[in-house]
């Protein structure tokens, strides 16, 4: 599994979101630049799994990406890891509580 | 022989235990299924709340201002705290502190001063870097991450996998090959701090566990000075073997609670869960699932506890330990098991802490020495020490 999520960007909008369906995973959502503003999870207490969290964000980003996985915690954290090693900073939404107590990666 | 808790244990488990019930289990209700954290007010107040009870860092010397309490009352204790959903890799989710690295105990003073003293303070954190992708079950002969001395220093090439707390660490104990023998005679552990040029924390390995995750490490030409060797040069598996066998201890306690935890609600569920008119507890297939469990439970207990009063009493306690890990974690597994499959479809779902601990209870059959390296500890013991 490659570090990055790399997958191609799709706009968050009512209608792409049709294909998204309810597992649990990982999303970034990026602005029109597709800079990410804001790294999340669908986790075991989210309505709808991903499909749900996404509908939460509609207009507040311009696109999102997902992967799929059970290892939502751990892979979210790594997201987040990572892109501060790309960065030197956390994606803008996100809050000081999500990314308190993170370690550092040098992927 | 004693086979009944002090009046002292049983207060500090009785204590304990009030606090897991009434301080983790409600705050664990509205966390997500797989967390590993408290919100950060809650872990504040519950840390001040384990100081207050004088338990915090419970394995720390009185010398370095612990509580160092035995071993027994620790595993006794240790059965207790992994009593939720998080318990069996974030027991209370980390508010009762620990010891840090209690190799360094073991340390110059001037390591002290550099790495344990503030680790006690909890200014920094540690790791502990065994494991290579050559092998974890014989690390002895699996290491190839090697040091070559190169004036004052050594330089250290090679990588580490299945490491928790990594990425999280001021400093590691790294264990590495620093001469040609290939086996424990060649490894020193060196005492290396994560801003090092050279070490490389590459990526989370996920796994089946939600909490303590592991991390893959890589040291490209590290400089590391010879004054950073805790211990002396080529005798650095020692520190490691020790570790091992100490550590199967309270391994082995976390699986207990949570078995305990596991059979507590399969009892509660059985009773009040109907089917064909009749509650499951009045099934004979169920009453014998329940039965095996307390069985397994019974057994853990009292080898993990042997193995902690031998270890409390200086005794030798490699095979003990090693009995206990293997017992209690295939035991704890066959209850998680059972436990679930009474709950039915719900004891699959993660509205509910078995999927979880079905989880996690699996990698306990492998981490800290597979089964398979437990029972031949336990050969190497009955047949002698001329099995390899």
């Known amino acids: 599994m490659a570090v990055r999520l790399e997958k191609p960007w799709r706009k968050l909008v009512q209608e792409e979101l049709g294909s998204v369906h309810g597992q649990m995973g990982v999303f970034q959502l990026a602005n029109a630049d597709h800079e990410i503003i804001f790294i999340g999870f669908a986790g075991g207490r989210s309505l709808f799994g991903l499909k749900g969290e996404l509908q939460e964000h509609l207009g507040s980003a311009d696109s999102f990406r997902l992967e799929i996985t059970t290892a939502y915690k751990t892979r979210h954290q790594e997201l987040l890891m990572v892109h501060f090693a790309d960065h030197g900073h956390y994606p803008v939404l996100n809050t000081a509580e999500e990314t308190r107590g993170l370690g550092r990666l040098s992927p | ?388």
């Open chain 2, 1 to 388: 022989m004693q086979l009944q808790p002090t009046q002292e244990q049983d207060l500090v488990v009785n204590m304990v235990r009030r606090f897991v019930r009434e301080e983790i289990l409600p705050l664990e209700m509205n966390l997500d299924p797989d967390a590993d954290q408290l919100a950060e007010e809650d872990e504040d107040r519950l840390k001040s709340m384990v100081k207050d009870m004088g338990l915090y860092g419970m394995g720390i010397p009185p010398e370095y201002g612990g509580p160092e309490l035995d071993m027994v009352t620790r595993t006794l204790v240790a059965i207790e705290m992994s009593q939720h959903r998080a318990g069996l890799y974030a027991p209370c989710y980390g508010v009762f502190g620990g010891a840090g690295l209690a190799q360094l105990f073991e340390a110059n003073d001037d390591q002290k001063e550099r790495y344990l003293y503030p680790t006690l303070r909890g200014e920094k954190k540690g790791f502990f870097g065994l494991t290579e992708p050559s092998g974890g079950s014989d690390p002895a002969r699996a290491i190839q991450t090697k040091a070559v001395q190169d004036g004052d220093d050594w330089i250290i090439n090679g990588s580490k996998i299945f490491i928790s707390g990594a990425d999280r660490a001021d400093y590691g104990l790294v264990f590495v090959r620093t001469s040609r023998d290939k086996g424990r005679g060649g490894i020193t552990c060196f005492i290396v701090d994560t801003d090092t040029p050279g070490f490389h924390v590459r990526r989370i390995v996920h796994t089946l566990r939600s909490a303590n995750y592991a991390t893959e490490l890589q040291f490209e030409d590290m400089r590391v000075p010879a004054k950073n060797i805790l211990g002396e040069v080529n005798k650095g598996f020692a520190i490691a073997n020790d570790r091992l066998s100490r550590q199967r201890i309270p391994y082995s306690a976390g699986c207990i609670g949570v078995a305990i935890k596991a059979h507590e609600m399969a009892v509660e569920y059985s009773k009040i869960r109907e089917t064909f008119g009749a509650p499951l507890s009045s099934r004979q297939s169920i009453q014998w699932m329940l039965i095996d469990n307390e069985i397994d439970i019974q057994q853990a207990r009292w080898a993990t506890l042997e193995a902690a009063a031998l270890a409390d009493r200086g005794d030798p306690f490699r095979k003990q330990a090693a009995m206990a890990k293997l017992i209690s974690t295939e035991g704890a597994s066959r209850v998680v098991d059972r436990s679930m499959q009474i709950h039915g479809g719900y004891g699959v779902t993660k509205d509910f802490p078995f999927e979880r601990w079905y989880r996690e209870m699996r990698i306990r059959r492998i981490g800290e020495g597979p089964s398979e390296v437990q029972r031949h500890i336990i050969a190497r013991d009955i047949l002698g020490s001329g099995l390899r």
